[in-house]
């Protein structure tokens, strides 16, 4: 499946299924023929096709949103060896765990209101009018320790721009783990046309900030007193890359 492309299914109840599978993550084939009304052939039909397209797949027995991410990566720094790999539906808990560890630590607002976004909806990956959605993990003996997220607009005026937050849990930091996945992330940006991507960060978050400047990044704007932590106000420093 591209993302960015406009989705056109060329039948109704190929549509309904797809809508159905991109809301609720990973799903049951039989509780999505049920909930739909459709007859066994004509969704078995749709689902060869849907499936044919790239748009779901249906490993382990359920239906979801397919990633056109590639293949997983192995590294190896140190003793540490990791993998960067497209996220499956069965990371969430992973992922939004992850993100709420580094954003205690770090205070990484941003990533905080996706993992809240991530847990309510329940669907780590989303592909719909209104938006793209995509996770990369970093995992060290199948648990996640760091992301990659993006989340772009369908919207015309909006289109060639995506928000990305990046993130490792403490005890991986200093092994190049962010840089792959930073790299990660922006490799798909730039293959899926997108020309743009931001990030904002507390200004007190300077780990962070010095990170992606290291990266190439530059910051565009600050917002002063944006948030307020721990009873402080604190600025925003807005960054960006141009790809």
Known sequence: M????EL???HEDRRRIYEYVERHGAVDPEEVRDR??????????HVAILKRDGRIDTEGGTLRVTLDGGAAEEYRSDDVAFHI????????TGIVGAIRRVAEERRYIVAESVAD????????????????????????EDEVVGWVHLNAPELDKLSHTAELTVGVLDEYRGYGIGSHLLSRGLGWAGSHGYEKVYNSVPSTNEDAIGFLEGHGWE?????????????????????????
Not at 36 to 45: K, N
Not at 85 to 91: G, I, K, T, V
């Open 2 to 5: 591209m993302f960015g492309e």
């Open 8 to 10: 056109e299914f060329g």
């Open 36 to 45: 739909l009304r459709l007859d066994p052939g004509g969704f078995r039909h």
């Open 85 to 92: 790999r497209p996220a499956r539906q069965e990371d969430l």
């Open 117 to 140: 976004e991530v847990d309510h909806q329940d669907a780590l990956l989303r592909h719909n009018e209104i938006e793209s959605r995509v996770f990369f993990v970093a995992t060290v």
């Open 219 to 243: 910051i565009e704007a600050v917002r002063e007193d944006h948030y307020k932590i721990d009873g402080e106000y604190v600025d925003e420093v807005m960054m960006a890359l141009e790809l």
